[in-house]
């Protein structure tokens, strides 16, 4: 073996072993935002928005299905092929186990997709996400060696993840819907603020984590470009495909593609802070999940818009 092998490997092998920095008064900045997030996101919700699921039963199935049941798998998948290091795969897993993320419905509007399947996705997505999350992560990772032996050295606290979400998703999410109840009006004006502010408080969650942690993430980050950006495609694809599958119409289609692929990575990386001491190669992955599904959701809603606006032309 050659030098350059040898010292390749060294830096391969400590990627696992490697914890980010992020202060408790970090990590209760990032809950609080992903609250206010949430909060934001259900200004719009009502208790219409979960009767969609009776509304367009197929499209809500087909949407909780692709998120919680086939991009989970799939991303075993990508994992069993392409092997990559035990810490990046459980990064990979945790984005998929996430429910969508709170700026998927803004990208479905811009792609012309069916944005009441879009919103009522997102607040079941939320719901389900209490008890799938972990469930998701902890069947997938169990399945798979190299993170099943990780989470046995870690010891991860379930029930812990559970409050977690509950706090950071349900709480937030019951609030807003109640404070729309009460106050109409007033929802609607704040919404638009708290909608496109929670695309900037997000990208405001990555870089404080990145900042943190530039040295780590300068000397790492090549090595989850590959892997975030195939298992980004694929989740895009599997849902606009299994939307084609079940015969759904072109909107819908869309929709779920974005439900999707634009995953939750801020919840990722809170739990991954919270319960994974900020596991290095976890929380790269996450990271740049948070920033590139920012550019691959702009770039392929742009796309469906420009077709959209194009057949319409003509």
Known sequence: MTRKAYLAGLEM????NITLNFSDQNIFLLNISLGIIMFGV????????????LANPLGTFVGVLSQFVVLPILTFIIIWILEPRPSFALGMMMVAACPGGNISNFFSALAKGNIALSVSLTAISSVLAIFMTP?????????????SQLLTDISLDYWGVFETIVIILGIPLILGMTFRHKFPKLSEKLHPYMHYGSILTFAAI????????????LNYIYLVVFLVFVHNAVALLSGYQLGKLFKLNEPDRRSLAIETGI?????????IFAFFDGLGGMAIVAAWWGIWHIVAGMSVSYFWNYRVST????
Not at 209 to 215: E, P, S
Not at 311 to 314: E, H, L, M, N, S
């Open 13 to 16: 092998e400590s990627i696992d």
């Open 135 to 147: 469930i998701n992560l902890a069947f997938w990772a169990g399945m798979y060696e190299p993170t």
């Open 263 to 271: 995953q939750n990575s801020g919840l990722g990386l809170v739990l």
């Open 311 to 314: 057949v319409t032309a003509k």
């Open 42 to 53: 259900s200004l719009k919700l009502t208790p219409d928005d979960f009767k969609m699921v």
């Open 206 to 217: 990555v870089i404080l984590a990145f900042t943190a942690n530039i040295d780590i993430f």
